[in-house]
């Protein structure tokens, strides 16, 4: 079958069998190294944040997991994941260090907008601004914000309006 595909040409079912082969080793190949590297740099995120987070537990040692932290991010320049941020807030807030969970903070609201409304990492946040003595800030964390209000507001009148329509 494949000869009357090709037969203008001159290659062999065996050519090109052996053709399609290595196309599709190589595809295997690199798409296995691609998820192994994947998995190494999620085992080593994991064990930095479990590094950090048994550091954080002991009060004097909370700064040191902040370091590792600025260095995973900041040197190595390397992503976090909510697991690492939940750890580096709570060691912010052991060390009752204000001025890093507040840049910890912006770094998730300008680079992680899918985290920044995540109901674990507000609580986090929370207890934090709350433990450093900053209540405003604590409780602007579960307030909408002016385009989250109008969009409400746009939202329930426009439902008013259809359910007026229907009473009619």
């Known amino acids: 079958m494949l000869s009357t595909l090709f037969s ?12 399609l082969t290595s196309v599709l080793r190589s595809t295997i190949t690199s798409t296995t190294n691609k998820k192994s590297d994947e998995d190494a740099e999620h085992k080593n995120r994991l064990s930095i944040t479990k590094k950090m987070r048994l550091l954080g537990l002991q ?23 909510l697991r690492m941020f939940a750890v580096a807030i709570n060691c912010a807030m052991i060390a009752e260090d204000l001025s890093k969970g507040r840049e910890i903070h912006q770094f998730i609201e300008s680079d992680f907008p899918h985290l920044k409304d995540n109901l674990m990492l507000k609580q986090q946040l929370r207890y934090f601004y709350i433990k450093c003595n900053d209540q405003q ?5 579960f307030q909408p914000s002016s385009t989250e209000t109008q969009r409400d507001k746009k939202y329930s009148s426009s439902n008013s309006d259809q359910l007026d329509k229907r009473k009619e």
């Open 8 to 19: 203008c040409r001159s290659v062999s079912s065996n050519q090109l069998c052996f053709l």
């Open 59 to 81: 009060s004097h040692q909370a700064r040191k997991a902040l370091s590792i932290y600025d260095d995973y991010v900041h040197r190595q320049k390397k992503l976090p994941d």
């Open 137 to 141: 800030s604590a409780d602007k964390l």
